[in-house]
């Protein structure tokens, strides 16, 4: 497989010189003077050295924060003027769109064309969106009855203030994205910022910090520490002088930060793994069903946390329709991220495609088989066929773990009260997808899924205004939309007796 990764001047220069820490405004390389390299998924060649932040360096990261949260500008600055550098922000995401989808595109592997026209963009419209936040805080009047206060009057109201020192942890799937999700809510409450990226996927992040300062954002206000999860992430998740702690990734690493929260019981949200179903009953429009089951699961090389790697098919359409998503699955052009045809990239690293490889070889062993795919490609780089499995039973590991790759796995159903049973017979609860022309039947459904978000007619649809996240296993609270402000806020009410 060719692997030309033709690289634009700029992104050279950005990656040329060992890439630091942004702490109080000033980029610093680790306290321990330690850097690690982040690593081209097409080629496995390195493509930039990067500061190894560690506990020392995370302590620093949050006395910043912390200073800029009590003492700083930000927290002097009108609603107004905070969203206006948001506002910034999201346009200079756009301004740098090429650039920025290059560093994620190298960095991650995902295709170029998709990193400029879906994760770019989403980034920028997350600020732009969170930005009109900003200045909608409010809370409310209240009146308040007090039986053992007979005949006293009072003036109560509510107060919305931000929770304080935020630690945030991301990962690599969608670089750019996941770091935008996490911060648009925190700036637009107030809070302030100890971002870590995750460690194969770091640049965009660095980046974008640099653009934050160049919107204005005063020091302090958001910090970012690369480095490992073991060291870096884990201290920022046990700080006791963090208020509250952000994090995406797996469920494993999801207990690990809820059992280390609980030193100072900081606030903790998290957006974890899943496995959803993505549902076909025999009346749905079936090419289109099936367009949408393959997009489902190889969008991002199926590096998604809501993909539709469960596909129920009503049982009298079952083999023309896992035919038609093998016939999808044999037709994605596989190839690095940097050609303009490419479709489907590489899988993050040495680490994922060996996870995946392995459910792939556990199937096989269980007896499931490949009507596509099936197998790695041969070549440098870490690239896995697009697989749509058969013949498996529910309690297959392939069924019931979260693969991460680009792998289906297909089965049949009855009628619409087995089909609800087997959606929801899974820890994870994050999303599913339904396709029906039937309307009733669709809304019916959707109450009855255990997931966060329910896709009709359609899949992968993600907006600035949608609250995301999962039910059961796939974590705790929502990103995005209204309802992720108060994963950032305080409520204070403040009582007068007249
Ligand atoms: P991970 O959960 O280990 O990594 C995600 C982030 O957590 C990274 O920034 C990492 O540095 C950090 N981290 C790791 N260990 C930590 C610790 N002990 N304390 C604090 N932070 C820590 O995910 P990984 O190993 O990259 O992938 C493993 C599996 O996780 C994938 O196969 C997939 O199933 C799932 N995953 C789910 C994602 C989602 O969007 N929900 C994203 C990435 C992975
Ligand atoms: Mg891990």
Request: proline residues 5%.
């Amino acid at each position: 497989m060719a692997i030309a990764t033709p690289v634009a001047e700029r992104t050279r220069h950005f990656s040329s010189s060992a890439r630091a820490l942004l702490i109080n405004g000033e980029f610093e390389q680790a306290s321990s003077g330690k850097t690690f390299d982040t690593v081209n998924p097409a080629s496995g060649e390195v493509l930039a050295s990067i500061a190894e932040g560690d506990a020392q360096d995370i302590d620093r990261a949050v006395r910043a924060a912390r200073r800029a949260f009590e003492d700083g500008p930000w927290s002097r600055m009108t609603p107004s003027e905070r969203g206006r550098i948001m506002h910034r922000i999201g346009d200079l995401i756009m301004e740098h769109a090429d650039e920025l989808a290059e560093l994620d595109c190298l960095d991650n592997g995902k295709p170029l064309t998709i990193a400029r026209a879906a994760d770019i963009p989403l980034a920028a419209d997350l600020f732009w969106y969170m930005a009109g936040w900003a200045t909608k805080l409010n809370g409310g009047t209240i009146n308040p009855s007090v039986p053992y206060m007979p005949g006293a009057e009072f003036h109560a109201y509510s107060l919305r203030e931000p929770v304080g020192v935020v630690g945030q942890i991301i990962p690599w799937n969608f670089p750019l994205l996941m770091a935008a999700w996490k911060l648009g809510p925190a700036l637009a409450t107030g809070c302030t910022v100890v971002l870590k990226p995750a460690e194969q996927t770091p640049l965009s992040a660095v980046r974008l910090g640099e653009l934050m300062l160049e919107a204005g954002l005063p020091n302090g206000v958001v910090n970012i520490v690369t480095g490992y999860g073991e060291t870096a992430g884990a201290a920022l998740a046990a700080h006791p002088g963090v208020d509250k702690i952000a994090f995406t990734g797996s469920t494993e690493v999801g207990k690990l930060i809820a059992k280390a929260a609980t030193g100072n019981l900081k606030k903790v949200s998290l957006e974890l793994g899943g496995k959803s179903p993505n549902i076909i009953f025999s009346d749905a429009d079936i090419p289109a069903a099936i367009a949408g089951a393959a997009m489902g699961i190889f969008f991002n090389q199926g590096e998604v946390c809501s993909a539709g790697t469960r596909l129920y098919v009503q049982q009298d359409r079952f083999d023309e329709v896992v035919e038609g998503v093998a016939k999808a699955a044999k037709a994605v052009k596989v190839g690095p991220g940097m050609n303009a045809d490419t479709e489907m990239g590489p899988l993050v690293s040495r680490e994922q495609f060996e996870r995946v490889t392995g459910y792939l070889a556990k199937g096989e062993q269980a007896g499931n088989r490949a009507l596509a795919g099936g197998h790695a490609i041969d070549g440098p780089g870490y690239f896995v066929e697009p697989t749509v499995l058969v013949d498996t039973k529910p309690d297959d590991v392939v069924v019931r773990e979260e693969i991460f790759g680009p792998v289906i796995v297909a089965l049949p159903f009855s009628d619409v009260d087995d089909l609800a049973r087997q959606a929801n017979d899974s820890e994870y609860g994050l999303a599913a997808g339904v396709w029906t022309k039937d309307i009733s039947k669709a809304h019916k459904l959707a109450k009855r899924l255990k997931a966060g978000t329910v896709w009709v007619n359609t899949y992968n649809v993600y907006s600035a205004e949608l609250p995301f996240g999962g039910f059961k296993q796939s974590g705790w609270g929502r990103e995005m939309g209204e309802e992720v402000l108060s994963n950032y806020l305080e409520t204070k009410s403040v009582i007068v007796q007249l």
